[in-house]
């Protein structure tokens, strides 16, 4: 009898283990409403790499990774036609152009299938206007909550 429990708790554990050991697919993405899906990771870095190129002013990098159709969807206004080529910051990212010794932190970024999103808190010296009222020389700290779509590499 003391064998057969061994056995038995033996096999219990071994089942226990395997039920509770995630599966990991690995495969093709699939394919939503003609959106490819299942790259998290991918569309991950993307976000954080234009993150990156923001902090810089690297305008280069933020062109490559900009889907030239992606769309600006701000709150309580229309959506705006923010593809590029750009060659100016300003017109990329007026934020980053008006922050001197800017810092951006990524705060929080959960992603799912082909929607990033990220808590951002940007630090800097402040050298523009702040809804029509000059605002220059002053150190702010905004913080953001964007969505990001990424397709085939690119925000969208």
């Known amino acids: 009898m003391n064998v057969c429990f061994s056995v038995y708790g033996v096999?219990?554990?071994?089942?226990?283990?395997?039920?509770?050991?995630?599966?990991?697919?690995?495969?093709?993405?699939h394919t939503v409403m003609g959106v490819e899906t299942g790259h998290t990771e991918q569309n991950e870095a993307v976000v954080r790499r234009s993150f990156q190129a923001?902090?810089?002013?690297?305008?280069?990098?933020?062109?490559?990774?900009?889907?030239?159709?992606?769309?600006?969807?701000?709150?309580?206004?229309?959506?705006?036609?923010?593809?590029?080529p750009y060659t100016d910051l300003q017109d990329l990212c007026p934020m980053c152009a008006a922050l001197e010794h800017r810092k951006i932190t990524i705060d929080m970024m959960l992603a799912k299938d082909d929607l990033v999103y990220v808590r951002s808190t940007w630090t800097g010296l402040y050298t523009g206007t702040f809804q029509g009222v000059p605002f220059s020389g002053h150190n702010v700290t905004v913080v953001y909550s964007n969505v990001y779509r990424v397709i085939d590499g690119r925000i969208r």
Do not use: F, Q, Y
Request: glycine fraction near 12%; aromatic fraction near 0%; hydrophobic fraction near 40%.
């Open 11 to 29: 096999a219990s554990a071994l089942l226990l283990v395997a039920a509770c050991t995630p599966v990991v697919k690995e495969g093709p993405a």
């Open 54 to 84: 923001r902090e810089r002013g690297d305008v280069a990098t933020l062109n490559e990774l900009s889907d030239p159709d992606e769309m600006l969807h701000p709150p309580g206004g229309p959506a705006i036609r923010r593809g590029g």
